[in-house]
Antibody, heavy 121, light 107 residues
Framework: QVQLQESGPGLVKPSETLSLTCAVS?????????WGWIRQPPGKGLEWIGS???????YYNPSLKSPVTISVDTSKNQFSLKLSSVTAADTAVYYC??????????????WGQGTLVTVSS | DIQMTQSPSSMSASVGNRVTITCRAS??????LAWYQQKPGKAPKLLIY???SLQSGVPSRFSGSGSGTDFTLTISSLQPEDFATYYC?????????FGGGTKVEIK
């Protein structure tokens, strides 16, 4: 059973960088799947942030206002999210999840439990 | 970007009712659509992929249909554990996009 677990600071100051890591267990991150980040502001819907393949190939959501970087560390079987110059609008529950690697299979079948990140001074 | 529009945004229903939620894509996504269920404080759970394929372990009272731009999620007989928010997501191309959600509440 694939397991994903987010970790990182729960509070980030405005204009600073939000950094989260997703540890994957019971499955190799080097398999034929993409690994993605999705966020959900309190009381609102889901927003895809971006995804990464084990080769380092990435896709990002162009509508995000804050610069985004997603990286992968295959030796640790984990991937990470950095969101720069955050504002209060970046306050959300952040989820990591897995999706297929081919068009049509870009649905998320395994999710982490989510971690709340609050942007506040 | 492909915009996903769900309707209704909320609804109330009774146990045993048949419930239908619709999702419309701003451009065709073939059959590449997924449905998720989310309960408060929990991560979304995949119910349906490829418009009509039931994810393993999901009860058969859930079904999906549609192709192109118009899709539906049907719960044939609503159970107490089905009260939740449901989201559609186009799985066809990047950027991946979700519908705004449909909250199903107890009547």
């Amino acid at each position: 059973q694939v397991q994903l677990q987010e970790s990182g600071p729960g509070l980030v100051k405005p204009s600073e960088t939000l950094s989260l890591t997703c540890a994957v267990s019971a499955y190799s991150i080097s398999s034929d799947y993409y690994w993605g980040w999705i966020r959900q502001p309190p009381g609102k819907g889901l927003e895809w942030i971006g995804s990464i393949y084990h080769s380092g190939s990435t896709y990002y959501n162009p509508s995000l206002k804050s610069p985004v970087t997603i990286s992968v560390d295959t030796s640790k079987n984990q991937f990470s999210l950095k969101l720069s110059s955050v504002t209060a609008a970046d306050t959300a529950v952040y989820y990591c999840a897995r999706h297929g690697a081919r068009g049509g299979n870009y649905f998320f079948d395994y999710w982490g439990q989510g971690t709340l990140v609050t942007v506040s001074s | 970007d492909i915009q996903m529009t769900q309707s209704p945004s909320s609804m109330s229903a009774s146990v045993g009712n048949r419930v239908t939620i619709t999702c419309r894509a701003s451009q065709g996504v073939s059959s590449w659509l997924a449905w998720y269920q989310q309960k408060p404080g929990k991560a979304p759970k995949l119910l349906i992929y490829a418009a009509s394929s039931l994810q393993s372990g999901v009860p058969s009272r859930f079904s999906g249909s549609g192709s192109g731009t118009d899709f539906t999620l049907t719960i044939s007989s609503l159970q107490p554990e089905d009260f939740a928010t449901y989201y559609c997501q186009q799985a066809n191309s990047f950027p991946l996009t979700f519908g705004g959600g449909t909250k199903v509440e107890i009547k």
